[in-house]
């Protein structure tokens, strides 16, 4: 025994474990596949957050308020309809010229009297409304005193095309 001993120890440790020799090879091919793949589903975990509100010990008299809803102005090439929520507050004929929107500021003016806490109004803009007639309700809705005038339009629709002038 002490032959075989003094055999392995005049070897170099390499030649010695070259027999055992482990083929990592296909772990990394795992790897390389698996860490990619784990990457790119970390972005589809995160979960979403909700606030919830639970009533508090208030009074039942003291019901919390909800946010004001902003005015609704919805311009289509054949009428113009003045909102807030669900309620139609008043409904006009398109007008032919752009100077022609007297009937719409009167609106919103008596609109904004009616509800002075609202302080928004959105411009839903339909199809195939000209850039001139959203101008002039940009101004009318300044002209009423709105600080905040939003646009919404459909994005599934394409722009709105106008006939080019001579």
């Known amino acids: 025994m002490p032959l075989v001993t003094s055999r392995l120890r005049a070897q170099t440790p390499t030649a010695v474990a070259g ?3 482990l083929n990592v090879i296909p772990v990394l091919n795992m790897f390389t596949i698996l860490i990619p793949f784990l990457v790119s589903m970390a972005a589809f975990s995160h979960l979403a957050v909700q606030t ?3 009533p508090g010990d208030e009074a039942t008299g003291q019901a919390q ?4 809803l902003p005015f609704t102005v919805l311009l289509e090439p054949e009428r113009i309809l003045l909102a807030q929520g669900d309620r139609r507050l008043a409904e006009l004929p398109a007008p032919e010229a752009a ?5 719409l500021a009167t609106a919103l ?4 009297r009616e509800l002075p806490a609202v302080s928004r109004v959105v411009l839903a803009v339909g199809d195939a409304v000209r850039a001139a ?3 002039a309700c940009l101004d009318c809705c300044r ?10 339009a459909d994005a ?11």
Do not use: C, I, K, W
């Open 109 to 112: 003016a008596n609109a904004r």
């Open 19 to 21: 027999a055992a020799a």
């Open 133 to 135: 007639t959203l101008v």
């Open 143 to 152: 002209a009423a005193g709105f600080d905040e005038v939003g646009l919404a």
């Open 65 to 68: 308020r909800a946010e004001v």
């Open 99 to 103: 100077a022609d929107f007297s009937a």
């Open 52 to 54: 919830v509100s639970l």
């Open 156 to 166: 599934s629709a394409g722009p709105a095309t106008e006939p080019a002038s001579p």
